[in-house]
């Protein structure tokens, strides 16, 4: 018998009869790539679904149901679906070769747009996300000539082993509340490529003291995300940032904001709300307009270590002219002071109509925004960290609220109760409106949800 409310059932079935043909595709996929996906997040029970298009704020899986996305990509395309004049520069751009294999000509031109808009002195460039935070690691470590780094529970930095750890664990995994536990996020990262990787519980300076005071003369870098989107949407407190900059400063340790995400979220990304200068900072996603774009900025003085002899940093197809002119149109046409602010006003509205309807229907709830984006809790209490989130969200009623919003049409936040959603400089008034009409629909299929336990408050 399962143990699903009789509402939140039906909409499990509903959404099964709706994704048939995933089911055939998953079906030929899985016999060639494991779970059917080539990312593990896209992995989903009991079938990924498949999608074949995307325009403006819409995309369409494989059945031909339409939703209204704000997944977008996991936050790339805050530029929306194929955006017109990105299709126009990319069309010219693979008329004229989309790699040259020696420098582009416009480089320079988005290095500086990036550099004014996101305040850093020089920048390279890569594809990935996960390249980024890579290399930045590297270059902080080649400039200190140190080896440790400090990163935080529930933190993401990309798949590379150095930063493979303390992603997910479940509680008893996460350890000590001030002292997390160094858990692999899988099997398969050595040991040894840990070896220097310390982990620190998100908005605790106490826990980043204690590790920079026993590890402080050998630490050459502290990575965060400014605002952790890894577990939902937990901002640092300004507080929490000024004196991690104290920190650093104290013991001589780079600070790298990973704005992998928050680059897209706010005009100047994160480092515009805190007004606290990291050392470097790592950006991509959002940047390119849905092309493979990532950045590594900095200052000067460390930047100017990477090069022949020097630290390393290659990479074929960097500013390959594709992804280049891609971020040129995104961050001077597209993404514009103006076209964000009206992005974060629809957010606004959406997040107020949100709250409004869980208040009124008595539904636990704490809701989180960050310019564009936002992650509703379902819990009362207040979300810092991994173990906070861990202790007190109720990830049954997340699924609830995806599957039954996902039946009417709209892809409700990125997939995953860990992740939120973005609103796109294409989503419209009719779209905001639509989807808290629908909301406002599941709401009562939640009610029905709240689970009658309790959820483990302590270990
Ligand atoms: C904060 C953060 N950093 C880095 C990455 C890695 O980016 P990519 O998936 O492009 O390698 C991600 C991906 O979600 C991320 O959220």
């Known amino acids: 018998m399962s143990v699903l409310p009789p509402q939140t059932r039906a909409e ?20 060639y790539i494991p779970y059917g996906v080539n990312s593990n997040y896209r992995a989903w029970e009991p079938y990924p679904i498949y999608f074949s298009r995307g325009s403006g704020s819409r995309i369409w899986d494989v059945d031909g149901n339409e939703y209204i996305d704000y997944n977008l990509a996991f936050g790339v395309l805050v530029a929306g679906h194929n955006h017109p004049r990105l299709v126009e520069v990319v069309s010219e751009r693979i008329k004229n070769g989309v790699i040259l294999g020696f420098e582009y000509e416009n480089v320079y031109k988005l290095a500086e747009v990036i550099s004014k808009r996101f305040n850093v002195d020089m920048v390279r460039f890569q594809t990935t996300g996960l390249e980024s935070t890579h290399h930045a690691i590297r270059i902080a470590r080649g400039y200190t000539g140190k080896n440790k780094i400090i990163k935080f529970l529930g933190h993401y930095h990309g798949s590379h082993d150095y930063v493979l750890v303390a992603t997910k664990p479940n509680l008893y995994a996460a350890g000590h509340y001030k002292y997390p536990s160094k858990k692999p996020s899988g099997p398969g990262i050595p040991g040894t490529a840990l070896e220097d990787t310390l982990v620190a519980q998100f908005n605790d300076l106490e826990s980043v003291e204690y590790l920079a005071e026993k590890y402080g003369d ?3 870098a502290v990575i965060l995300e400014p605002v952790a989107m890894n577990i939902g949407l937990v901002p640092a407190t300004k507080d929490f ?15 790298i904001f990973d704005e992998v995400k928050t680059s897209g979220k706010l005009f100047g990304g994160a480092e515009e709300y805190y007004g606290i200068k990291p050392d470097m900072k790592t950006m991509a996603k959002a940047i ?11 200052k000067k003085e460390i930047m100017e270590e990477v090069g022949p002899g020097k630290i390393p940093h290659a990479g074929t197809f960097n500013s390959n002219p594709l992804s280049i002119d891609a971020g040129l149109v995104t961050l001077t046409e597209v993404l514009t002071k103006e076209a964000m602010d009206r992005s974060i006003k629809f957010n606004m509205e959406l997040t107020k109509a949100v709250d409004d309807v869980l208040s009124d229907e008595g539904i636990p709830h704490n809701i989180k925004t960050f ?10 209490e207040e979300i810092m960290n991994w173990h906070d989130f861990l202790r007190h969200n109720h990830i049954g009623l997340w699924w609830a609220y995806f599957i039954s919003m996902m039946n009417r049409g709209v892809v409700p936040t990125a997939p995953g109760y860990d992740e939120q959603w973005t609103v796109s400089v ?3 008034e009719e779209d905001i409106e639509y989807t808290i009409e629908k909301f406002k629909e599941i709401a009562p299929i939640l009610k029905e949800d709240i689970p009658k336990m309790k959820i483990i408050e302590a270990f």
């Open 288 to 298: 390119a307009g849905g092309y493979p774009l990532s950045v590594i900025g900095g």
């Open 371 to 380: 310019g564009n984006s936002g992650t509703i809790f379902f819990t009362d």
């Open 426 to 428: 294409q989503h419209t």
């Open 12 to 31: 499990v079935e509903k959404f099964l009869g709706r994704t048939s043909k995933s089911k055939e595709i998953f079906e030929k996929t899985v016999k």
């Open 241 to 255: 940032m000024k004196g991690l900059r104290k920190i650093c400063d104290d013991y001589g340790i780079i600070l």
């Open 218 to 220: 050998d630490i050459a």
